[in-house]
């Protein structure tokens, strides 16, 4: 029975995703992707809360802080990228890279979010921060 348990928990405990850190880029501004078909069929829309990431789960959520300034954003998974080739573990939309700061590329750390603690909205402060930025 306790080696069971033992064994549960170590189960529990490997499947948990922790945070990955790494280069993120933004797409759908000047690169023809808004309005195209992303993978999971949807249209892209760069004004979004949406990125793409290699692994995670289509409609899943992540939270991504940029590690030079602290700031972070909700974005829900609709497309698969970058390509692993480039290095980079996510790809924001352009208007969620706004919300953090983030000029071309910058070093981020992505988390998962608990599907109950997303209200599936931007917040207040997420457009506070995108209305400032310059588009």
Request: glycine share 10%.
């Amino acid at each position: 029975m306790i080696r069971s348990v033992v064994v549960f928990a170590l189960c529990v405990a490997s499947s948990h995703v922790s945070a990955e850190q790494g280069q993120a880029s933004h797409y759908g501004h000047g690169d023809g992707f808004h309005g195209r078909k992303t993978a999971n069929g949807e249209r892209f829309n760069a004004a979004a809360m949406t990125a793409a990431h290699r692994t995670r789960p289509m409609g899943s959520y992540v939270k991504v802080t940029n590690l030079a300034n602290g700031r972070s954003v909700r974005v829900r998974i609709n497309d698969r990228g970058p390509a692993r080739r480039t290095g980079k573990i996510i790809d924001l939309s352009y208007a969620a890279s706004r919300v953090i700061g983030m000029g071309g590329t910058a070093n981020v750390s992505v988390q998962e979010v608990a599907v109950k603690a997303v209200a599936g909205r931007t917040t207040n402060e997420e457009w506070t921060l995108l209305m400032q930025s310059p588009l």
